[in-house]
């Protein structure tokens, strides 16, 4: 494969949809660690926004999940400052 | 150290003829579930009898269906309910998470608690459900995004330093956001690296790009 051969638009719109990829795949692991979580605890679900939407509802529905819900709560303080970090990690 | 531990378990699939209609119906809508599904019974073959495959995965810890596990297909939307013991992974129905929010769908729990042994047949998915070898596209797309970057100065740096063995985050994410699927991070890794023979081979590739290359 030569560079010449590869036409230049086509590599910078390559390039430009990979960079918004892994800045994504960043945005996600600093939350999976802002949670106290690791990469395995999270390895089916591939954004930071599911992640966000998904603790959000087991926050909203703990009755299954309690234990989980509250970790995560005690580690931000409150409900609140959970809430408002998960949105912070969604619009990222 | 727990008896589990000691255990080896090797759980065979099995599912409930409704089970096989709402995956046909919600695998026409959702185009990922199988291989969701697929992961999901890889990793509960072999696990101990408590252990969750990620944090979507839990079993349910009351209610009348206490006792049983459910795991999100898709968050708070779709879920599998499934059970398990020594020797099967019962997969019983995939619908939707409001079947177990607040209060349960007499008919579905009743449903549920009227299973019996012979209502479950075996369930097979395929054997191959680890990462599959790269296709000739993904390739060419790993290939094109190591020109991308040998061309570069920054991404050249990082480049010059793989050659040498360090690996980057910021490398690492970039190959893998090629690859699509439900594979894990670590994983896609794994199948690029392989894809090139193994990191020597990898970094004697990206040396061959770097010296084919400059900056533009």
């Known amino acids: 494969m030569d560079t010449n051969t590869i036409d230049q638009q086509y590599l910078q719109a390559h390039m430009d949809q990979l960079r918004q990829k892994a800045a994504a795949r960043r945005s996600r692991r600093e939350l999976i660690k802002s949670l106290g979580d690791t990469e395995d605890d999270w390895h089916d679900t591939p954004s930071a926004q599911e992640i966000a939407s998904y603790v959000k509802h087991m926050v909203a529905y703990p009755q299954q999940n309690s234990s989980l819900a509250e970790r995560y709560i005690a580690r931000f303080g409150s409900k609140q400052f959970l809430l408002e970090h998960l949105e912070s990690a969604a619009a990222s | ?216």
Do not use: C
Not at chain 2, 1 to 7: A, F, H, P, V
Not at chain 2, 95 to 104: A, D, F, M, N, T
């Open chain 2, 1 to 216: 150290m727990r008896i589990d531990e000691l255990i080896s378990f090797d759980r065979q699939p099995v599912a409930t003829a409704q089970f096989r209609q709402d995956l046909s119906d919600a695998s026409d809508q959702e185009s990922d579930i199988v291989p969701k599904l697929k992961k999901l019974i890889q990793f509960k073959r072999h696990s101990a009898p408590d252990q969750s495959m990620s944090k979507k995965d839990y079993i349910l810890k009351y209610g009348p269906l206490h006792g049983y596990w459910h795991y999100h297909l898709i968050f708070g939307r779709l879920i599998v309910i499934y059970a398990l013991d020594r020797d099967q992974i019962r997969l019983i129905r995939i619908g939707p998470h409001s079947w177990i929010e607040g209060g349960y769908d007499p008919g579905f729990e009743q449903y549920i608690k009227g299973l019996k042994p012979s209502d479950y047949t075996p369930f097979e998915l395929g054997d191959d459900i680890s990462v599959s070898d790269l296709n000739a596209q993904d390739l060419a797309k790993l290939k094109i995004t190591l020109y991308g970057l040998a061309t570069n100065a920054t991404d050249r740096d990082m480049l010059k330093a793989a050659v040498k063995g360090h690996v980057d985050q910021d490398m690492m994410d970039l190959m893998i956001s090629n690859l699509d699927g439900p594979s894990s991070d670590a994983e896609k890794w794994l199948s690029i690296q392989r894809a090139f023979g193994g990191m020597s081979g990898l970094s004697k590739a990206i040396a061959t790009i770097l010296r084919n290359t400059e900056i533009s």
